[in-house]
């Protein structure tokens, strides 16, 4: 099991940038596929961004963020980051690191290790 915390939400005006970061603790980090998921009030928890690592690197983004988030990671210091651009007054969400033990990007349902949640608010 990994455990998971998150880091870098805040309040930022529509425009603009935030960076999150997502400490894990535990082994094997770099054999776990990750993933930046978002959940917005009375809307259902969706996957953002997903990064593996086993079999080469796969990323993943869900099209409403193409071009404008970024996830990458640093298996040395066991982190996974989300770097938002260009951010949306749509994107304001409680943001959660996850973690798969899966070799290849799946459903949300694969990643059953998740962090607390950072909020972000995105102000037009």
């Known amino acids: 099991q990994v455990q998971l915390v998150e880091s870098g939400g805040g309040l930022v005006q529509a425009g603009g940038s935030l960076r999150l970061s997502c400490a894990a603790s535990?082994?094997?980090?770099?054999?776990?596929?990750m993933g930046w998921m978002r959940q917005a009030p009375g809307k259902e928890r969706e996957l953002v961004a997903a990064?593996?690592?086993?079999?080469?690197?796969?990323?993943h983004y869900v099209d409403s963020v193409k071009g404008r988030f970024t996830i990458s990671r640093d298996n040395a210091k066991n982190t996974v980051y989300l770097q938002m651009i260009s951010l949306k007054p749509e994107d304001t969400a409680v943001y959660y690191c996850?973690?798969?033990?899966?070799?290849?990007?799946?459903?949300?349902?694969?990643?059953?290790?998740w962090g607390q949640g950072t909020q972000v608010t995105v102000s037009s």
């Open positions: 535990g082994r094997s980090f770099s054999s776990y596929t």
């Open positions: 996850a973690a798969a033990r899966t070799a290849t990007i799946g459903p949300l349902a694969d990643f059953g290790s």
């Open positions: 990064i593996s690592w086993r079999n080469g690197v796969r990323l």
